[in-house]
Each structure stands twice: as C-alpha cells, then as structure tokens.
C-alpha cells in the first residue's frame, strides 16, 4: 500500500478525479462531433451549442425544479442548433466551416443574453452516485463521485460504436459521409441523412453543456466554457473518428484539464495560467504528431471538408 | 415586364452587393423579431444602435476607437484567406504583440526620443504577432494541421501566456488591483490624430488596409496568393511556392493583428494588462467576413462593427437591455452573411440575362439559343 498522503499520490488521484469529472462534456461534444462528421460534415459552432446548452439547462433546472428536466432541455436546445447548421450549410455556396464560427458567435451570444437573469440563483444540480464509499482514502473517496451522465456517456460511446459500425443506419450514414456519389446513385437522401447526423450531434452537444452547469463546475456564468467545445473537434480528428476512442481521448483531456487544479491542490501555486493551458498544447500536439501535409488520416470521412 | 437596357444596366452594377444588402435586412428584420419576442423596445433599440453608433460626435469617436483595431485584426483574417486559410486566431496574436510592445521601453535606455521608441516598438509587436500566425501558417503547409482549429488552440495559448507573463515575471509591482506591465513612458506614448479624439491606429489601420488591398489586387505576389487561394493544385502545377506564400500571407495577418496590439498599449491602455483582450480579435473575424476578405472594404466593415459594438453602452443605460445584446446582432449578422452566399449561384444566372439586356435590346430568348 502506498503512501496516501504523498504528494504524487494525491496528485494522481485528483488527477483520476479530474478526468472522470471534467472529461463528460469533452465525451458528449466529441460524440456529437464524430456522429456529425462520418456524415461528412464539420460543426465548428459545437462551441456556441455548448455554452447555450448550459445556459438553457440551468434555467430550464431552476424554473422547473427538476435537473434532468434541464438536461432534456439542453438536448433540444441544442437540437435546433444543429438542425440550422445542417439546413443553411445545406444551401448551395455556405462553408460549413465558416458557417460554424458563425454559430460559436450566435449560440455564445443568446447564451449570454438571455442568461443574465440566471447568474444569480441557484437552480437544482443533478445528483451523483457515490461508488466510493469503501475508500480509505478521502481523494479516492471523493474520486469515485460518478455522476449519471457520466455513465450515460460511456453507454453511448459503446452503442455509437455498435451502431456505426453493425446498423443499416450507421452504414448509410457512413457511406453519405465517405462517397457522397455513390451514397446519391443508391438513392438515399444525403442531405436529410446530413442534416439529421448535425442536429442529433447538436443535441449530444447540448448535453454536454448542461453538465457543466449542472454538475460541474456547477454553475451558469459568462465564463463557462473555455473552448471544450472546439478542442472536442480536435478530438475527434485525434480518436480517428471512433466513438470508443473517443471516450479515451475524453479522460485523457479531462485529466489534462485538471492538472491545473490538481497541482494547486499540492501547493504548485506558481504558473497557474501556463497549467490551464495544457489541454490547448496537448490538443495541439497531437494534430501536429497525427497530422500529414501528404495524405489524409486513416479512418477520416472522404467528404470532410476538415481534412482536406 | 422586362426591364430595358439602362435599368438593366444599373441592376448589374448593384447585383455584387445583393446578397450583402440581403443579409443587412435578414438581420435588422430578426433582430427586431428576438427583442420584440423578449419584450423590448424593438425598434427604439435599433434605432438607439445608429444613434449610439453615429448619432454624434462622440459616438462617432468610440466608434472609430473600435474601428481602428478591428481593420488590423480582420486583416489577419483576410490575408489568410487570401491564400485559402481560415484563421481566427487574431486574438493571441493582438496580446502577445501587445505584450511585446509594452516590453521595449523597458529595455531602452531612459529618455529615448520617441522617434526611434515608437517605430521600434510596432516592430517588436508586428514581430511577435506574425511569428505566431505564422507559425499557424507552417503548421499547415508543412505537417498539414487543420489551421482553423490549430489558430484558436494557439489564440488559447497566447492568451495563457500573456496572463503568466503580466502576472507574473513582468508585474509592475505598483499595479495592485489590476496586473499591468510597467506603464509606457508618457513620451513614447501615441497621441491623438489633428483634431479627433481618436489616435493615430486608426490612421495606420486605414493605411495597412490600403496596402493589403494593393498588394493582394495589384502585385505579382498577391496575385500568386489568390492563385493558390483559388486551386492548391493548380498552383502547384504552374511552380508557385505554395508554402512560402501561405507563409508569407499568415504572417503578415498576424503582423496586422501584432500591430492592433501595440496601439492599443501605446495609445490606450498605456500597459500590457488584462483590458487587452476585449474581444477585438474574434470581431476581426466577422469584419473580414463581412468584407468577403477585400482589403479595402475591411475599413467600411470594421467601422460597421465598431458602431454596432459602440452602441452597446447606451442601450444598456436607456433601455437596460444586457451588454450581450451587440453579441447576438453580431452573431444574426455572421450567420445571414454566410447563408444568403447561397444566392451567388443565381446572381451568376441573372448577370448573364442582365448582361445580354444591357448589351442589346434582343429578348432574352434569342441570345439564351445562340449560347
């Protein structure tokens, strides 16, 4: 048994916290990414959907009294946002790229306004489940705090996977996002089928933001969201497009995300800003390591726009 | 009823701005129904963002101290874009140019004439602000990182750092409340232009944007930048340089925005400080957007969005409406821009019939069978 007190423990536990507390919006938003994607779409406004998101379950939590009420209107919430992006990027001539800076801006936006009056007071948090009540240690201890979405998380990562790769759904929503021609000559509607991959995408994004204000950090403010949205793009270039990759590359941020806090926790006070910032350099690492000039990645949609 | 020849004529001039013009009116008209939704004052409030925008000399002044920093920093979205990169990273690279401004006086000795201070200056913020764009630019043509994502990682990053470094090693120590790097000695500091309350940025900015312009329209270089803008491919096929000329083109971008920074620290905030970053980077992206990446309209575009975010303040004080209301016009704004380019494709069909109806009276049936 090894020291519990030792600072490299605690700092691995908070660590192990971290990337199971931080890591759901990551989780959600790069799901709802790589859905949007192997349709052969990229939607930089996931961003923008997230912060609404947030705002909108914590209101729709605080004027209803019921949390998961809040998570379902973060979903829906951002289901429409994803369906604006999927109806106007479906116009002749709009880049879906520009199109999503376009939203981050709009969705950030609304966000801001019409959360004003809910900065103020305190709307119902979702509840966790404690799984760690056998822990000696308190950090383990606090550690194994699971929320639900968590779990709902990792569920659909294995289900996305599955149903990718063994449904008649997810092969056709492959197919329009790897050979738009050939998904035309057997006659599926590719735009529906593009629209519906953006706007589902937009609802898992959706309820990525709703765990930030409602479980953690656990509040709604201006300064919510710190690019989670964006980086989950990258993400998602860095899990391969594989909704199970996905889920490991989400902890790896998440712990990424805590290292900050969790060496403040040991007493590292100095360069707190450079700390933060890790998961923009880890981010940025991996696509220069995965990234080449010559060809496109193994496993990327042939229609994207992203990585061509 | 067919319109005749002079008409047909007039129409053709104007069809180019169809789709902006468009995109205006979608945004007036969805923004008058979301506050109209929300209970406001519509119109009042619309009508109070041209006062706060242009109604006066004084909201012509915070303006046009808006617009000078937003027509470098769309700069560093349109010469990028120029070569078919969409950056928006403008952000990073106005604080770390400010930061790198603020640091030169330090390291002159005192009682430097500002002649040489203030030149250096610009130079160590263009420096820092076109080496970290241009990196950007490296990034993707060497290792092929998408440029969109790797700019706002990198924007992220800069701004991680500048915070590090002004609360940290370079701290004034005098700054209590709010970390601020030691203040620029008053005789470096720039001033206002003859006359405005504005200072001389904006002279540069309008400068900068005219040089973009002529540069990208009129030199052998730019055009090889359109070039490559326009087909990576065949610009490889005719030898150009593809990578040093996305190079080239991200880091003058970002020299611009470098610069944005510098005038900011020289002219208004006198320090490197937390106040630098006001969001003056990512509205460049809408200005530039709006400008369809044309150097020359980024001047009209920036003083555009300058207005819009000038208003911000007076309707919060008459109709206590939220700061974040300039936020989602802006954003109204950037979307319907985007969606009506979807008119381009019949704005090419009606010049063609518009073109045969100003040429020659001949109906349109005729010339549509000789084609």
């Known amino acids: 048994m090894p020291d519990m007190h030792s600072p490299v423990v605690i700092l691995l536990l908070s660590l192990l916290a971290g990337a199971i507390r931080v890591s759901t919006p990551y989780l959600f938003v790069s799901l709802g990414e790589c859905l949007t994607e192997k349709g052969g779409r990229v939607n930089l406004g996931l961003e923008g959907i997230l912060v609404s998101g947030a705002m909108s379950g914590y209101a729709a939590s605080y004027l209803t009294g019921s949390p998961w009420l809040g998570v379902l209107a973060a979903g829906i919430v951002g289901l429409m946002f994803g369906c604006l992006h999927g109806l106007v990027c479906s116009l002749p001539r709009v880049s879906d790229i520009a199109f999503g800076i376009a939203l981050m801006l709009l969705g950030t936006g609304l966000a801001f306004y019409l959360g004003k009056p809910f900065i103020q007071p305190q709307a119902p948090m979702l509840p966790s489940i404690d799984l760690g009540s056998w822990a000696v240690s308190p950090q383990l201890h606090n550690a194994l705090h699971i929320n639900p979405l968590f779990v709902i998380g990792i569920v659909l990562a294995f289900l996305l996977q599955w149903g990718l790769r063994s449904t008649r759904w997810g092969m056709t929503l492959r197919l329009v996002g790897d050979h738009a021609e050939t998904a035309r000559a057997m006659g599926y509607p590719l735009t529906r089928i593009r629209i519906a991959a953006t706007a589902i995408g937009g609802f898992f994004a959706g309820v990525g933001g709703a765990y930030l204000s409602l479980v953690y950090p656990g509040s709604w403010n201006e300064g919510l969201s710190s690019g989670q949205g964006l980086m989950a793009v990258a993400l998602v270039i860095f899990a391969r497009w594989q909704p199970l990759r996905c889920l490991y590359a989400a902890l790896l941020f998440g712990a990424a995300g805590a290292l900050g806090p969790a060496l403040q926790g040991i007493g590292v006070t100095s360069g707190y800003y450079l700390y933060n910032a890790a998961p923009y350099v880890l981010t940025l690492v991996i696509m220069i390591i995965n990234c080449r000039p010559d060809r496109t990645l193994a496993g990327a949609p042939g229609e994207l726009s992203l990585t061509r | ?371």
Not at chain 2, 28 to 52: D, M, N, S
Not at chain 2, 255 to 275: I, T
């Open chain 2, 1 to 371: 009823m067919r319109p005749n020849a002079s008409s047909a004529r007039l129409m053709l001039g104007a069809l180019p701005a169809l789709p902006t013009v468009c995109a205006l009116v979608g945004t007036l008209l969805l923004f008058w129904l979301f506050l109209l939704l929300q209970g406001a004052p519509a119109l009042e409030a619309i009508g109070l963002i041209f006062q706060g925008a242009f109604g006066s000399s004084f909201a012509w002044q915070s303006t046009l101290l808006r617009a000078s920093p937003l027509m470098l920093t769309a700069l560093c979205v349109a010469l990028p874009a120029q070569v078919g990169l969409i950056v928006i990273g403008g952000e990073g690279a106005l604080a770390l140019g400010g930061l790198a401004a603020a640091v030169v006086p330090q390291c002159l000795p005192a009682g430097t004439p500002w002649l040489i201070a203030t030149p250096l200056m610009a130079v160590a913020g263009m420096l820092a602000g076109g080496i970290w764009i241009g990196a950007i630019g490296a990034l993707r043509q060497w290792r092929g990182v998408n440029e969109t994502i790797s700019s706002l990682l990198m924007s992220y990053i800069a701004i991680a750092l500048f915070k590090h470094l002004v609360e940290g090693p370079l701290r004034d120590p005098a700054s209590l409340n709010k970390p601020s790097t030691l203040p620029v000695p008053d005789a470096m500091t720039i001033g206002s232009l003859p006359g405005l309350e504005v200072h001389w940025g904006l002279l540069w900015g309008v400068l900068a944007c005219i040089a973009a312009w002529v540069f990208v329209r009129h030199s052998t270089k730019g055009f090889a930048m359109r070039v490559v803008g326009g087909s990576n491919r065949a610009a490889r096929l005719v030898g150009l340089p593809v990578g040093m000329l996305a190079l080239a083109a991200c880091s003058m971008g970002g020299a611009a925005a470098g610069l944005a920074g510098m005038f900011e620290v020289a002219a208004v905030q006198g320090s490197a400080n937390a106040s630098l970053l006001a969001g003056y980077g990512y509205s460049g992206i809408l200005v530039a957007f709006a400008a369809r990446q044309n150097p020359l309209a980024v001047v009209l575009c920036a003083v555009l969005i300058g207005g819009i975010e000038a208003s911000g303040s007076l309707l919060q004080r008459r109709l206590d409406l939220p700061d974040a209301t300039t936020l989602v016009l802006q954003g109204l704004l950037f979307a319907n821009l985007l969606a009506w380019e979807a008119l381009g494709g019949r704005i090419v069909a009606w010049r063609v019939k518009l073109q045969a109806l100003a040429v020659t009276e001949v109906p349109v049936q005729l010339q549509k069978t000789h084609a």
